[in-house]
């Protein structure tokens, strides 16, 4: 049998980038999907892109929500993905920790670490480098440069400390997803050209 060939994915952040923020929230009721978020997707399903959801949820950690109110919330939202935007996600990847103490390493999963993407890589035989990170602050940037993908920064007021290091730097800043979208359409068709000029010369 035949290796499926790796395919390229948007990650996508939940909170401040899908959706609206509405700290540790799980009632479905208050889900509220940021500005063109929808069409944005579609454009980048119909493109061919795996769409996956990164997400932290110290609420869990925390004592704020159990695991199986997330769950409630996270199917409520695949359901009015699929429903309002026929569109379908690979998969909704949580890390369930809170944040490190100082001077602590704290988990593989939480961004800014790379562990999410990671899991999700191998799982869906995504392929990294040339796959993109969307993200609302600059936590969810850095995650995705270590993850080995390029990243759009959707600039909506969720970063407030501006802490920079090479790291934290996006490839692209947008203000929506649609505009994100097209950014990463974009960059790739420009790619995508490059590599046939190279190929005929």
């Not at 795996?50 to 929500?65: E, K, M, P």
């Not at 409520?76 to 490190?100: M, Q, S, T, Y």
């Not at 609302?136 to 993908?149: H, K, M, P, S």
Request: hydrophobic letters at 45%.
């Amino acid at each position: 049998m035949t290796a499926r060939a790796p395919v390229a994915a948007v990650f996508l952040d939940k909170d401040g980038t899908l959706v609206e923020d509405v700290p540790f929230n799980v009632d479905p009721a208050l889900l509220r999907f940021t500005p063109r978020a929808l069409p944005a997707l579609r454009r980048l399903a119909e493109a061919g892109y795996l769409l996956v959801i990164v997400t932290n949820q110290s609420g869990l950690a925390l004592g704020r929500f159990t695991s199986a109110q997330f769950l409630r919330l996270r199917d409520a939202l695949l359901a009015r993905l699929r429903d309002e935007g026929g569109i379908d996600v690979a998969g909704v990847f949580a890390c369930p920790h809170a944040p490190a103490a100082a001077g602590d390493a704290g988990c593989a999963c939480r961004k800014p670490a790379p562990g999410l993407l990671a899991l999700a890589a191998r799982t869906h035989g995504i392929d990294l480098s040339r796959s993109w990170m969307v993200g609302d602050i600059l936590d969810d940037v850095e995650a995705g440069r270590r993850a080995g993908c390029r990243t759009v920064l959707l600039d909506r007021g969720g970063e407030t400390r501006w802490q920079l290091s090479p790291l934290r730097l996006p490839h692209r800043v947008c203000t929506d997803l649609a505009q994100a979208a097209q950014a990463i359409l974009e960059a790739d068709a420009v790619a995508t050209r490059g590599a046939a000029c190279r190929g005929c010369a």
